[in-house]
């Protein structure tokens, strides 16, 4: 039975010691050890061969983006870059590893001691210390059929899928983080946010926590405030959204609190974390690094990068996104409920394009959070999916400013490009929607309505201007919103005067 302890009385009694451990798989194009492509979603087992497969006297070469991409990591996580290192091999057996053990760096990791300023909600700002981020290889994927929850328990029989063994993964893991109280359900959705922005940035990984390209553990503990004791920990696994890591967090500390109230003492084993009811389970105990026999992998020569390497790859290092952020903030006068809708929309990059590419900021994200987000919404896909480039939007603008089209028209431009029918002025040519502000047929347009309405007529011609706008409209109509509505506009005027 577990009991659970109300978040308030927690934080008034216990002090939480927090520690996060995040997986991200690189997007290389092959894989860690062996030149099998890496792309996610293909037919199981495709993407194989003997080295990844485990097949005895098949070698391993280490993949040198890979390297890189740790490197780029470490550097932008403040770390040292080790000069020399070993890869390891992590001995156990599970179904989805073939070779039974994995490759990976243990005491000799290639990026230590690094940091990262994580910037809550309110500007306060907590450093994570980092402890390590190593290089090591994904496993496999199990599918357990038969069964109601997918588990292994209660299923018929279970499929393997080997495409992902052998993936290249980078493993941060952070110092205990001390000192958070009742915040550290925020600070730990936090340090993730800002983790995946921070890879994101660099271009080495899609970090989608939804496709599991990047996954958090949660270690966890207790200590009775101002005990100065550490208590037992709990690693709760694979957490899968940046959501569920604040309520794995929270709902940690509250089952702890209640197993020690109530006279009892953590377990320290590893928990899973159940997406619909936002609580935790046990798993197994927990393995320690005895257990897994890890001794030097003695297929791969040792990882030494150059002092030089190591400096060439720290100039490719991009603007950090936090400072880039409160640039484009800055420059476009907007307010941070602005900035975070625009970066939740997943349109910053891409107004920041847009405006790369010559159009106004304002109208820029007028384009993307209002007309191309519900095109978006109307597809059932992301903003950055849509078949319409920032350069292409940059385009529409600039020939609504030069008055070749008015708005009307220009939707129906983006429909043609996202529709594939080209670029912006071959839609314009194609679809034959140019403006028309050519007096001649808007004369003809506008008398033919001068003379369906001519009681408005009369009305302006005796100077109640504001009556014009039934003209307008009617012209509009007429030209199939293809009339410049401010020349329109003049023209009733010079006709009715
Ligand atoms: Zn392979």
Same mark, same amino acid.
């Given at each position: 039975m577990t009991t659970l302890v109300d978040y308030p009385d927690v934080v008034a009694r216990y002090e939480p010691t927090l520690g996060l451990e995040v997986h991200v798989e690189l997007s290389t194009n092959t894989k860690m050890f062996c030149g099998c492509p890496t792309e996610f979603g293909a037919e199981p087992n495709t993407q194989v061969c003997p080295t990844c497969l485990g097949l005895p006297g098949s070698l391993p070469v280490v993949n040198r983006t890979a390297v890189e991409s740790a490197i780029r990591i470490g550097l932008a996580l403040n770390c040292s870059i080790a000069p020399w290192g070993r890869f390891a091999r992590k001995n156990y057996f599970y179904p989805d590893m073939p070779k039974n053990f994995q490759t990976s760096q243990y005491d000799e990791p290639i990026c230590v001691d690094g940091y990262m300023d994580v910037v809550l909600d309110d500007g306060a700002v907590v450093r994570v210390e980092i402890e390590r981020a190593h290089m090591e290889e994904d496993t496999g994927k199990s599918l357990h059929v038969g069964g109601a929850t997918g588990r292994?328990?209660? @299923?018929d029989y279970s499929l393997l899928d080997y495409?992902? @063994?052998?993936v290249p993964l980078i493993e941060i893991v952070t110092r205990m983080i001390p000192d958070t109280g009742g915040r550290a359900p925020e600070v730990a959705r936090a340090y993730v946010t800002q983790l995946r922005d921070l890879i994101k940035s660099l271009g =080495?990984? /899609? =970090?989608r926590m939804d496709q599991g390209s990047m996954r958090c553990d949660v270690n966890l503990s207790l200590s009775p405030v101002g005990s100065g004791v550490l208590g037992t920990r709990s690693e709760t696994k694979n957490v899968n959204s940046l959501r569920s890591v604040e309520r794995a967090v929270r709902y940690e500390m509250s089952r702890q609190a209640g197993v020690l109230d109530g006279g009892g003492s953590v377990v320290q084993e590893t928990r899973h974390f159940e997406e619909q009811s936002g609580t935790t389970r046990a798993g197994r105990i927990k393995e320690t690094s005895? /257990?897994?026999?890890y001794f030097p992998e003695p297929d791969l020569v040792p990882i030494a990068p150059s002092a030089e390497w190591v400096e060439e790859l720290r100039a490719t290092l991009p603007e950090k996104p936090w400072e880039r952020r409160a640039r484009i903030q800055e420059s476009w006068g907007i307010s941070d409920e602005e900035l975070r809708d625009l970066v939740n929309a997943g349109a910053l990059d891409l107004i920041e394009a847009t405006v790369a590419a010559g159009a106004p900021a304002g109208e820029a994200r007028s384009w993307w959070v209002a007309y191309l987000a519900q095109q978006a919404n109307t597809q059932g896909v992301e903003l950055d999916r849509l078949a319409i480039t920032p350069a292409q939007v940059a385009r529409v603008i600039e020939l609504v400013a030069a008055g070749e089209l008015n708005n009307k028209l220009a939707r129906q431009v983006v429909d043609g490009v996202l529709a594939g029918e080209g670029e912006p002025d071959e839609v314009v040519e194609k679809r034959g929607l140019a403006v028309v502000s050519d007096d001649g047929p808007l004369i003809a347009a506008v008398d033919e309505a001068l003379a369906a309405q001519p009681d408005v007529a009369e009305k302006i011609r005796s100077g109640k201007v504001q009556a014009a706008g039934a003209i307008v409209g009617a012209v509009m109509k007429a030209t199939r919103g293809q009339a410049d509505a401010k020349r329109v506009r003049e023209l009733i005027v010079e006709r009715c005067s």
């Amino acid at each position: 039975m577990t009991t659970l302890v109300d978040y308030p009385d927690v934080v008034a009694r216990y002090e939480p010691t927090l520690g996060l451990e995040v997986h991200v798989e690189l997007s290389t194009n092959t894989k860690m050890f062996c030149g099998c492509p890496t792309e996610f979603g293909a037919e199981p087992n495709t993407q194989v061969c003997p080295t990844c497969l485990g097949l005895p006297g098949s070698l391993p070469v280490v993949n040198r983006t890979a390297v890189e991409s740790a490197i780029r990591i470490g550097l932008a996580l403040n770390c040292s870059i080790a000069p020399w290192g070993r890869f390891a091999r992590k001995n156990y057996f599970y179904p989805d590893m073939p070779k039974n053990f994995q490759t990976s760096q243990y005491d000799e990791p290639i990026c230590v001691d690094g940091y990262m300023d994580v910037v809550l909600d309110d500007g306060a700002v907590v450093r994570v210390e980092i402890e390590r981020a190593h290089m090591e290889e994904d496993t496999g994927k199990s599918l357990h059929v038969g069964g109601a929850t997918g588990r292994i328990h209660g @299923a018929d029989y279970s499929l393997l899928d080997y495409n992902r @063994a052998g993936v290249p993964l980078i493993e941060i893991v952070t110092r205990m983080i001390p000192d958070t109280g009742g915040r550290a359900p925020e600070v730990a959705r936090a340090y993730v946010t800002q983790l995946r922005d921070l890879i994101k940035s660099l271009g =080495v990984s /899609d =970090v989608r926590m939804d496709q599991g390209s990047m996954r958090c553990d949660v270690n966890l503990s207790l200590s009775p405030v101002g005990s100065g004791v550490l208590g037992t920990r709990s690693e709760t696994k694979n957490v899968n959204s940046l959501r569920s890591v604040e309520r794995a967090v929270r709902y940690e500390m509250s089952r702890q609190a209640g197993v020690l109230d109530g006279g009892g003492s953590v377990v320290q084993e590893t928990r899973h974390f159940e997406e619909q009811s936002g609580t935790t389970r046990a798993g197994r105990i927990k393995e320690t690094s005895e /257990d897994y026999r890890y001794f030097p992998e003695p297929d791969l020569v040792p990882i030494a990068p150059s002092a030089e390497w190591v400096e060439e790859l720290r100039a490719t290092l991009p603007e950090k996104p936090w400072e880039r952020r409160a640039r484009i903030q800055e420059s476009w006068g907007i307010s941070d409920e602005e900035l975070r809708d625009l970066v939740n929309a997943g349109a910053l990059d891409l107004i920041e394009a847009t405006v790369a590419a010559g159009a106004p900021a304002g109208e820029a994200r007028s384009w993307w959070v209002a007309y191309l987000a519900q095109q978006a919404n109307t597809q059932g896909v992301e903003l950055d999916r849509l078949a319409i480039t920032p350069a292409q939007v940059a385009r529409v603008i600039e020939l609504v400013a030069a008055g070749e089209l008015n708005n009307k028209l220009a939707r129906q431009v983006v429909d043609g490009v996202l529709a594939g029918e080209g670029e912006p002025d071959e839609v314009v040519e194609k679809r034959g929607l140019a403006v028309v502000s050519d007096d001649g047929p808007l004369i003809a347009a506008v008398d033919e309505a001068l003379a369906a309405q001519p009681d408005v007529a009369e009305k302006i011609r005796s100077g109640k201007v504001q009556a014009a706008g039934a003209i307008v409209g009617a012209v509009m109509k007429a030209t199939r919103g293809q009339a410049d509505a401010k020349r329109v506009r003049e023209l009733i005027v010079e006709r009715c005067s």
